[in-house]
């Protein structure tokens, strides 16, 4: 059975091309909603994937209708692919995943996106490696000044006060001052 999906980005904007399109092309149903594809959370699109059945095909006018980025895109796909359906785009006719040629342009996709999030952690991890040489701190700040917990070592050797009281009397949770007097 042929699915659809279809999506705008705004309320002002109107689902009726791209549904005359779908029909047009022979499906039988089509999901349509008016939501950003920015947004993780597409209820319709969700209840499409959960409505496929093995040898279904969805539909798109375009692939940016359905997915954000490429990687969204292969996520999608491989949900579709787990329901043993396929996925066609009527604007790129390269994007037809009951066809060998468009199973392999997807395996390229997949390629190029996993080439592209390897790249993205190398640049990450080399530019936090060099942050940390030139004396950058990630996390948050210190709870305590150095002075406050000097101070703080120093009224539990010298004055053997505990740590809960010493926690209350400079404002901060008994755990921040153990991993402070722990540095």
Request: glycine share 6%.
């Amino acid at each position: 059975m042929h699915i659809a999906y279809a999506r705008v980005s705004t309320q002002g904007q109107d689902l009726e091309q791209q549904r005359a399109a779908l029909l047009a092309a022979g499906c039988k149903r089509v999901f349509e909603e008016k939501i950003s594809g920015a947004r993780k959370d597409r209820p319709e699109l969700a209840k499409m994937l959960d409505h496929l059945r093995p040898g279904d095909v969805v539909n798109v006018t375009r692939l940016d209708r359905l997915a954000r980025s490429t990687t969204d895109l292969l996520h999608i796909v491989d949900r579709i692919k787990e329901k043993e359906a396929g996925l066609r785009s009527l604007a790129e006719p390269w994007a037809d995943t009951t066809s060998p040629a468009g199973k392999m342009i997807m395996t390229v996709f997949a390629g190029i996106a996993d080439f592209e999030r390897s790249l993205i952690l190398d640049r990450t991890s080399v530019g936090r490696a060099a942050a940390k040489a030139r004396g950058v701190r990630f996390g948050p700040p210190n709870a305590l000044s150095p002075e406050q917990v000097a101070h703080a070592r120093q009224l539990i050797d010298s004055e053997q006060k505990s740590v809960a009281s010493i926690a209350r009397l400079l404002g901060v949770h008994r755990a921040t001052l153990y991993r402070a007097l722990a540095n």
